[in-house]
């Protein structure tokens, strides 16, 4: 079946410096969407990505859409405390309905002031 | 509510016991999907509904697993039996349409088996 893997699993960075998470899927994707969900909380819709190549921003995040659509990235740039939490991206694959989506298993992005 | 609901927010039980898991989701999503989430993982698929149908149920875990819904509204996850193994975070989730729409999720109910 269908698997979605992201690295890295945890991620700790100072507070200021960017961070990265990727998310590769075994099978080409209709779209990508991206959840965080807070420590205690849960998951809340972020962004959706659905063409080839596309690049999307919202503020200080910086989401991609790999080429053969089968890799997604999110960057935070100078990651302030509020970005902690754990991020999710969810992969569609072509023709699926909700079966179709599968999520990857999660960054966990821990801050030090 | 705007949101979706979910009931009870903590549910603790013994082993062996029933349980019944509860969903209201957003007025007018016609889909709802429930997954698991044990501590520090992700999220698990276990099955979606489209309208009152559930066409796949094998992300359902186990037997002991069922889920319905009703007037394409409220939806119950049922638990038979329970075991330690499954404890964990049960989330519902409902979006307009099945398909590559956003989901919009519940705060989850937390169910711990002793």
């Known amino acids: 079946g269908q698997q979605v893997m992201q690295i890295p699993q945890y991620q700790h960075v100072q507070e200021g410096e960017d961070f990265t998470t990727y998310c590769n899927s075994s099978?080409?994707?209709?779209?990508i969407q991206w959840y965080k969900q807070r420590p205690g909380g849960h998951p809340v819709f972020l962004i959706q990505l659905v063409k080839s190549g596309e690049v999307k921003k919202q503020k200080r995040l910086t989401f991609q859409f790999g080429e053969a659509k089968k890799n997604s990235s999110l960057h935070i740039t100078a990651t302030q405390t509020t970005d902690v939490g754990t991020y999710f991206c969810?992969?569609?694959?072509w023709g699926g309905g909700a079966d179709g989506l599968t999520f990857g298993k999660g960054t966990h992005l821990i801050i030090q002031p | 509510g705007a949101g979706v609901s979910q009931s009870p927010s903590n549910k603790v039980t013994e082993k062996g016991k029933d349980v019944e898991l509860r969903c209201d989701p957003i007025s007018g999503h016609t889909a709802l999907y429930w997954y698991r989430q044990r501590l520090g993982q992700g999220l698990e698929f276990l099955i979606y509904?489209?309208?009152?149908?559930?066409?796949?149920k094998s992300g359902l875990p186990s037997d002991r697993f069922s889920a319905e819904r009703t007037g394409e509204s409220v939806s119950t996850l049922t638990i038979q039996r329970t075991q330690q193994e499954d404890s964990a975070v049960y989330l519902c989730a409902s979006s307009k349409r099945v398909g590559d729409n956003e989901q919009f999720f519940g705060p989850g109910t937390r169910l711990t088996v002793l």
């Open positions: 099978t080409t994707l209709s779209n």
């Open positions: 509904f489209q309208g009152n149908s559930a066409p796949d």
């Open positions: 969810a992969g569609h694959r």
